[in-house]
């Protein structure tokens, strides 16, 4: 049976990349990431995290998770552990030929990661500098992998011409007095970003601060469309013979990348798929126990 682990928001696939190596389900270094999704998620940066020490358990793990890792930048930091060496990233519905890439993750100080194009002069044997294979795949056949496999698995991939018009609204509770001097200082740290990306207002006596919404986009997948991109998918996943040691699903709900309205069907029929090529076995009982 493939264990499957189901999530809300993608950043917790490093919760339960690092439950899976905890778990003996995959080796602690040296696994194939196959990612299925509309966005790369190679964002990186600084990190509130000393990555020359290693996280002594998956506790703590989780605990960089909550308080350090946003939607986009998850992947980075399991590459740099070695948890992964090789990406495969199915990030588009229409076939793409694409020549494999060798990246780097470089670590600058102690908390800032960096990808980039591994330059083999001056990153082979440096310790500060670890190589990723990596592959942009799209309904192209899949070269043979021999060692364990993630397939992670973000349902926006199947569902995403409709960007964050439902998800919810990125908000925070302020004082009175955080909200008059941001409307009244017009030099305002939260104003002089590159862009006007917060603003606050007033609602019945209460004040807030909130990341401004992308502009609404009207456009609908259509449930046909859906059927058909799931189709597509399963069918080269059939064909491919991938046998994936664990697997994993992003719902985006909360954030948007995935319609509200449509998160069950495409769930529903992803699981479907994956049930008709391999015997499942939901797990998600084992993320909430580590997370209680």
Known sequence: MIPVFRMEEHSEAYAIWHIAVEEGLIPASGN???HVDHHDDLECGPYDHDFTQPFPNVAQAMEFLRDGLGI????????????????????????SNKPPQVKAVALRGT????????????????ENVKAVDYLQLSLNPLP?????????IDIDYFCWDNTLSTGTPARLEITEEAYRAFRTDPRHPCRILAKRIVYA????????MQ?????????E???ERIRQRVDKFMAWLKET???PAVIDICRSRISGYCPSNKWEMVEGLVLEGLREIYPLQLRDDMLENYRA
Do not use: C, H
């Not at 043979?144 to 992670?152: M, W």
């Not at 990341?211 to 456009?219: E, F, H, V």
């Open 32 to 34: 194939v990431l196959v």
């Open 201 to 208: 207002f007033e609602k019945d006596g209460r004040y807030y």
């Open 211 to 219: 990341i401004r919404d992308p502009a609404p986009n009207p456009r």
């Open 72 to 95: 986009a930048d998850f992947i980075a930091p399991a590459f740099w552990e070695g948890i992964f060496d090789k990406m495969v990233n199915f990030k588009s519905i229409f076939p």
């Open 221 to 223: 997948t259509r449930d």
């Open 144 to 152: 043979p992998i021999d060692v364990p496999v993630v397939l992670d």
């Open 111 to 126: 908390q800032e990661l960096i990808l980039r194009d591994y330059i083999p002069l001056t990153d082979s044997g440096n």
């Open 241 to 243: 013979e991938l046998q």
